[in-house]
């Protein structure tokens, strides 16, 4: 059975002696089902003006009269969206449709004050709730952004779909070894993927551990062997850089030419997607740009070049939502139309990765247009910027990067582009 629905989220509309209110204005969260709606409170307030209208969250960076910042209140309505969810995937496997109702007391018995819960030692079915005690507490303690807590959604899913009732004393050597099968035989995940699902439940059972909700740490010592290879980094060379500029667009494919600028500007510039799609009028000083990453929160300062500038420069006249620099579509379409892009402008040089499952090693060859997304713009800027023999100190500055650890993958690839570069000196 499948119950179509809405979940949106919207600022409730308040008026006062006629004029629409638009300060301090509550934040609803609204369901459509089976042409019934229901209403609910969130419990947070937001100036109209810090709302945005399209992504149903607070702007970020904004903040409300209490404080309370725009990746709290988003984790907590994504975290609100997430059980109205599982509420209706539990009606439609019982095969039940649900009255306004039942749902709606069904999501109130999630948030019950806490005063009327008394303290006692998790059961079976307690698992999953201290989980979501974990992400809520871990994101408000470490700020977490929405794909950080969309990551934990995701793990959740995996242990549900792998059992549906867990406990903490389940996850011993064996529990844990039947949990990294099931990754790799079920979900057929890369090792490299399960290293990474199998980090984040340790996060979780040792948070756990410490609140002394459990007493069994068999996590701590087991380190599956999972083989793995070093992720190829997917770049432009200089000489695939110049032949994405200046491949002429089909007339009837006008839309990639804006496409082309803003990754263009992402490889001039080294920012991430998301600072691109946040930059604003007011973030341009001149010969330079300072912005405040949204990912880690880095003040940076990154000067212009003349490539960066002319792209600014082609839109200074033209008005953008929120007073954007750059048209700056989503994040998915983008990546879309960025491959379509460089498929027609034959950037299809054969690109293998290697990659295990198990013990079994996979090699793939695909043309490197099919892995271009938004992120090989900033990875084409380092790359490209050690190459000229700019230092890596200052690569860093402009980047963000703190960790000279996470710049050496780049720097080995420097190498490897200046020892072929010399090489043709050869066949002089």
Excluded at 117 to 146: E, H, I, L, M, S
Excluded at 234 to 252: D, G, Q
Aim: aromatic fraction near 12%; proline fraction near 4%; glycine fraction near 4%.
């Amino acid at each position: 059975m499948n119950i179509k629905r809405n979940i949106i989220f919207t600022l409730e509309s308040r008026k006062k002696d006629g004029v629409l209110i638009v300060e301090n204005v509550p934040i609803r969260m609204r369901v459509n089902f089976a042409s019934k709606r229901i209403e609910f409170t969130t419990g947070y307030r937001i100036d109209a003006e810090k709302w945005d209208t399209d992504k149903q969250r607070v702007r970020n960076g904004c903040t409300n009269k209490l404080k309370q910042s725009a990746s709290e209140i988003n984790a907590s309505l994504l975290g609100y969206y997430t059980e109205v969810q599982e509420i209706f995937k539990k009606f439609e496997v019982e095969e039940i449709m649900p009255t306004p109702e039942q749902i709606k007391e069904a999501f109130n018995a999630l948030h019950k004050p806490i005063e009327e819960v008394k303290p006692r030692k998790p059961t079976p079915n307690a698992f999953y709730k201290v989980f979501d005690d974990f992400v809520r507490d871990c994101g408000r303690q470490n700020d977490w952004t929405d794909s950080t807590y969309e990551k934990f959604a995701a793990v959740k899913n995996h242990l549900m779909n792998f059992r549906s009732e867990l406990t903490f004393d389940f996850f011993d050597e064996k529990g844990l070894n039947d949990y990294v099968t099931y990754l790799r035989d079920v979900k057929e995940m890369r090792n490299s993927t399960i290293g990474k699902q199998l980090s984040f439940l340790k996060w979780f059972l040792r948070w756990a551990f410490k609140k002394g909700l459990h007493q069994n740490n068999a996590y701590d010592s087991y380190k599956p062997k999972l083989k793995s290879t070093q992720k190829k980094i997917i770049f432009l060379t200089w000489e695939e850089l110049n032949k994405l500029r200046e491949f002429e667009i089909p007339a009837a494919k006008q839309a990639l030419d804006r496409v082309r600028d803003v990754f263009l500007f992402q490889c001039f510039t080294g920012l991430r997607y998301s600072d691109v799609f946040n930059l604003r009028r007011s973030d341009i000083k001149g010969d330079h740009i300072e912005v405040t990453t949204v990912k880690t929160s880095d003040s940076l300062i990154i000067e212009l070049n003349k490539h960066s500038k002319a792209i600014l420069d082609k839109y200074k006249d033209v008005a953008f939502e929120d007073d954007k620099v750059l048209p700056v579509i989503t994040n998915q379409k983008m990546n879309d139309y960025l491959k379509e892009l460089a498929e027609l402008a034959g950037i299809d040089e054969p690109v293998r990765q290697t990659y295990y499952r198990g013990n079994e090693r996979i090699d793939e060859v695909t043309p490197k247009y099919a892995l271009l997304g938004t992120h090989a713009g900033r990875r084409t800027f380092i790359c490209n910027a050690l190459a000229l023999g700019i230092p890596p100190q200052v690569v860093m500055k402009w980047t963000g990067h703190s960790d000279y650890k996470a710049m050496k993958p780049y720097i080995d690839i420097a190498d490897d582009i200046k020892a072929n570069a010399m090489s043709k000196f050869n066949q002089l």
